[in-house]
């Protein structure tokens, strides 16, 4: 047991520190390969990992690659620039519709996708609107917060879903109506938290006169029209997967291949650096990052974590959830939610209460914005701000995180409790 907790904390560390640029599929792989040879994982545990983590992965990256030839005609800029006129230059209704932006963003493309892709765009326009250093800071930083709190509501909407709906085959459709109600009461909660926090920071009026039209933003006009067509046919075909038990990454990198050579025939992308943009380290990351976690398997840490989520039921149903989903989130915050995903999974599993995973997955989706190093979309949203000249340190971000993470991931856990 001892020795699955080293190797998975030198993983970790080398994950989240990233020593000299070192990718995380390349750290987790490394973690894999250690585990493997110290006997704390088996070849046949490898096999069970990938035929676990295949379908998430990919879809996962197809995802993302959509996202980015969306990014390429126009798409978000679009949207963003949409937003922001809406608001008639009132900064409060601005921050509103940008959260909105967010959390559709987050639903549809995932939340990394939306840290990847959005959060450079809006920074670009405050930069250009000439807001001042605090009022960045808010959009920012409730921009952030949206994209994880608001990626509940579909199977797609987060590598975490993707791989706990594989796990436990729930379907499509069955995942959509059960997580409706908790991500519509914490996208609601998520934005009164956030303003409630953040309102003394948000100027009364902004100037957007200096803003160009939303129109300008669109690269090309027939693959932009295209594209809400294509996204619809997208959501009707997730749609018919699930009743036919087809694996999602089928429609989502299928899709994003299909619509990449659409793209490409109306010369609206370059496909080869598109192709080779897109996260590919995420594929090494899960099933070595899976290996790992399920050397902590095990060891006997999930067997623990059963016995906990058992006498959390033994309680009642309202104990269980808020146990479960809290008991995820603050495992998240202090080791990254994929882990987290990962160990609980298998916990709830053994414990055989499989409705928990929904409050696992909201767990998992809303503890990392305790801390900066609790999902990959934060680490990547931070790293995307630096690379932008904006640095926002661990106390700033925790002592935002901290206060507004718990009320929300209540409310949201409570859509599970009574449900319409």
């Given at each position: 047991m001892l020795l699955a907790i080293g190797i998975f904390i030198l993983t970790l560390i080398l994950v989240i520190w990233q020593p000299r640029g070192l990718p995380i599929g390349t750290s987790a792989m490394m973690g894999a390969t250690v585990a493997?040879?110290?006997?704390?994982?088996?070849?046949?545990?490898?096999?069970?990992?990938?035929?676990?983590?295949?379908?998430?992965?990919?879809?996962?990256?197809?995802?993302?690659?959509?996202?980015?030839?969306?990014?390429?005609?126009?798409?978000?800029?679009?949207?963003?620039?949409?937003?922001?006129?809406?608001?008639?230059?009132?900064?409060?209704?601005?921050?509103?519709?940008?959260?909105?932006?967010?959390?559709?963003?987050?639903?549809?493309?995932?939340?990394?996708?939306?840290?990847?892709?959005?959060?450079?765009?809006?920074?670009?326009?405050?930069?250009?609107?000439?807001?001042?250093?605090i009022a960045m800071f808010a959009f920012l930083m409730a921009g952030g917060f949206i994209g994880d709190s608001a990626s509940n509501p579909l199977v797609i909407s987060n590598l975490t879903n993707i791989v706990t709906a594989g796990y436990f085959h729930i379907g499509f459709w069955e995942y959509a109506k059960t997580m409706f109600l908790p991500n519509l009461l914490s996208i609601i909660a998520s934005i009164a938290v956030l303003?409630?926090?953040?309102?003394?920071?948000?100027?009364?009026?902004?100037?957007?006169?200096?803003?160009?039209?939303?129109?300008s933003a669109i690269k090309s006009e027939i693959m932009?029209?295209?594209?809400?067509?294509?996204?619809?046919?997208?959501?009707?075909?997730?749609?018919?997967?699930?009743?036919?038990?087809?694996?999602?990454?089928?429609?989502?990198?299928?899709?994003?291949?299909?619509?990449?050579?659409i793209a490409t025939y109306f010369k609206a992308t370059k496909p080869i650096m598109t192709i080779k943009a897109a996260p590919w380290q995420v594929v090494w990351f899960s099933i070595g990052l899976y290996v790992v976690v399920y050397?902590?398997?095990?060891?006997?840490?999930?067997?623990?974590?059963a016995g906990v989520i058992t006498h959390l039921h033994s309680m009642g149903n309202v104990v269980a959830v808020i146990g479960t989903g809290f008991l995820s989130a603050i495992l998240s915050s202090v080791m990254n939610n994929m882990p987290t995903i990962m160990i609980m999974d298998i916990a709830i599993a053994e414990a055989g209460n499989h409705s928990l995973a929904y409050?696992?997955?909201?767990?998992?989706?809303?503890?990392?914005?305790?801390?900066p190093i609790g999902s990959l979309a934060t680490l990547l949203w931070l790293h995307v701000l630096r690379q932008k000249g904006v640095t926002i340190t661990w106390g700033e971000y925790m002592k935002v995180g901290l206060v507004i993470t718990p009320p929300v991931l209540l409310v949201a856990l409570m859509g599970l409790i009574f449900p319409f």
């Open positions: 493997l040879a110290f006997g704390v994982v088996t070849l046949t545990d490898v096999w069970s990992v990938t035929a676990i983590v295949w379908d998430a992965t990919l879809a996962f990256i197809g995802i993302i690659l959509l996202s980015m030839v969306l990014d390429e005609i126009g798409f978000f800029e679009w949207s963003a620039l949409k937003m922001a006129r809406l608001s008639g230059g009132n900064g409060h209704w601005m921050f509103v519709y940008i959260l909105i932006l967010g959390a559709l963003v987050s639903a549809l493309f995932a939340n990394d996708g939306a840290a990847l892709i959005l959060t450079p765009i809006v920074l670009a326009k405050m930069k250009h609107l000439k807001m001042n250093p303003w409630i926090y953040f309102r003394k920071d948000i100027p009364m009026q902004i100037d957007i006169s200096q803003l160009a039209s939303p129109e932009f029209h295209l594209s809400w067509w294509f996204l619809a046919l997208l959501m009707v075909g997730y749609f018919i997967g699930d009743h036919y038990h087809l694996p999602v990454a089928v429609f989502a990198l299928g899709g994003a291949l299909i619509f990449l050579a050397g902590l398997k095990n060891g006997g840490l999930t067997t623990y974590l409050a696992n997955i909201i767990g998992c989706n809303l503890g990392p914005k305790m801390t």
